[in-house]
């Protein structure tokens, strides 16, 4: 183990439990103190108060909590060769079906990443793009029926519904359609997965192993009809590549790339990981990208000189059409994107980051044996006001170039899609979908409220994503779209 020379001595590395920290209770130490659906906050005040590296304890294990953006950073780019999951979430994980790219590591993560990542790079989306706008055109729809009778929208429950729409469609070429359905569409069944998730990964034992509560079997049900789902869209995907044989050697979208994969001669793909990266894409893609855009519209409805700024963008890219007709016009909305980009600095929905380190290693001179548990804060660094007395507020401006140095230190400490090697695959789709959705209501509505029944701001709720509780919103039809 390295030591750091101070004046010529020597000086040894300390260990985790040297380090200062929330006082916890005998035994135990801080296990029952958190509150999981806000413990990114109760992380980030104990931040505030014992500096950017701390202690936790947990029953009998020490952690490392980290806040630093630079330690962050190179913790990002160590992946995944120097940090892996937490191996108690790939547990859980494997219990819930077969894992998908979120939870490979190593060869196996290498092997799928191409595949996923070739998915939703920027040239499927454009070759794909009639996709998005038929989904959005579905969404629009919607909220026409809403602002006409001046009724109330469940906000995330709407946006949910058209992430799965988008990535169904784009992913596995099948068309969902819960826009238009009522009542117990899929994405009931799906958002029910990454709470219990969060839930099991932080139980002091897997109690489930020996009785279950009545979650527990409402989430079975949940996850049986996810994994139905599942399995017809990939019995689908066969069905038509059955017909089509060119689509073997030329596939159409993710899944039929990874059947092509797992049918090849010593393909590289097993039917679980099929079967796992379909029910993780599914997941991931509705919650983020749904509950970004929630927190996005929040804060523009506290900032109306940002909305007029984005009505205006629409109105000259959009032009009389009710929303972007071609990928080219979509990708350039760069006030759209200034507003996503910050909603996701200030309301990250990923806020904390559990790893595992795979060797003996050091971070600012804290000696981490191998499988050392570390949680990383992503958001402390983004919002600094040491660094900017603004960090705190939403102004999308300081995303254009040229940056003032303090901001570029802000948005350059921002980590909404990850870092490094494991930075998500799906980001530039979660983009498109953000400019989409808001470019469409700019161009035809009045934004008349957005916000919680009760007027107060919205909580921050933890599951496993992070996303705003109870926001609704209300549009009226633009007099002159």
Request: aromatic residues 8%.
């Amino acid at each position: 183990m390295d030591t750091k020379s101070t004046l010529g001595v020597a000086v040894p590395p300390r260990r985790v439990a040297d380090l200062p920290g929330p006082r916890g209770w005998p035994l135990l130490g801080n296990l029952f103190q958190i509150d999981l659906p806000s413990m990114h906050l109760q992380l980030e005040a104990w931040a505030d108060i014992w500096g950017p590296l701390y202690r936790l304890r947990l029953a009998n294990r020490d952690v490392l909590v980290v806040t630093r953006t630079d330690l962050i950073a190179s913790i990002l780019r160590d992946r995944p060769d120097g940090w892996r999951r937490l191996r108690k979430l790939r547990a859980v994980l494997d219990e819930m079906g077969p894992p998908g790219l979120f939870a490979a590591e190593g060869d196996p993560w290498r092997r799928q990443r191409r595949l996923v990542a070739s998915a939703f790079a920027p040239g499927t989306l454009k070759r794909y793009f009639s996709l998005i706008e038929r989904v959005t055109e579905r969404l629009k729809e919607r909220l026409d029926e809403a602002a006409r009778r001046g009724e109330w929208i469940d906000l995330q429950g709407l946006l949910m519904r058209y992430t799965v729409d988008v990535t169904a469609s784009l992913a596995f070429g099948i068309d969902v359609n819960t826009l238009q359905q009522s009542g117990d569409a899929l994405q009931k069944h799906l958002d029910k997965v990454l709470p219990t998730l969060m839930r099991r990964i932080h139980a002091p034992f897997p109690y489930w192993h020996y009785f279950k509560l009545p979650s527990d079997r409402a989430f079975d049900r949940d996850l049986a009809i996810c994994h139905a789902a599942v399995a017809g869209f990939i019995q689908t995907a066969r069905d038509r590549m059955a017909v089509d044989l060119a689509l073997f050697a030329h596939p159409t979208n993710m899944l039929e790339a990874m059947l092509a994969a797992r049918d090849a001669e010593g393909g590289g793909l097993s039917e679980g990981e099929v079967v796992g990266n379909v029910l993780t894409m599914l997941i991931a893609g509705e919650d983020t990208t749904a509950n970004t855009l929630a927190w996005t519209l929040y804060l523009l409805r506290q900032h109306p000189e940002t909305w007029r700024e984005l009505v205006a963008e629409a109105e000259a890219a959009i032009g009389r059409e009710p929303l972007a007709r071609s990928f080219v016009v979509a990708d350039g909305l760069c006030v759209a994107e200034d507003c996503a980009n910050e909603a996701m600095r200030l309301r990250p929905v990923a806020p904390v980051l559990f790893l595992e380190n795979n060797k003996v290693c050091e971070i600012d001179g804290i000696a981490l044996p191998a499988d050392s548990f570390v949680i990383c804060v992503m958001r402390s660094g983004a919002v600094d006001t040491a660094t900017a007395p603004d960090a705190g507020d939403f102004r999308p401006s300081r995303w254009r170039i040229p940056m003032d140095p303090a901001d570029q230190t802000l948005t350059m400490a921002s980590f909404p899609f990850g870092g490094g090697p494991r930075i998500c695959p799906g980001r530039y789709l979660a983009m498109i979908e953000m400019k989409m959705v808001l470019s469409m209501l700019a161009r035809n509505y009045d934004l008349i409220e957005v916000g919680t029944e009760d007027g107060k701001p919205p909580c921050e709720r933890l599951a496993f994503a992070m996303s705003p509780v109870g926001l609704r919103m209300k549009l009226a039809m633009r007099a002159d779209p």
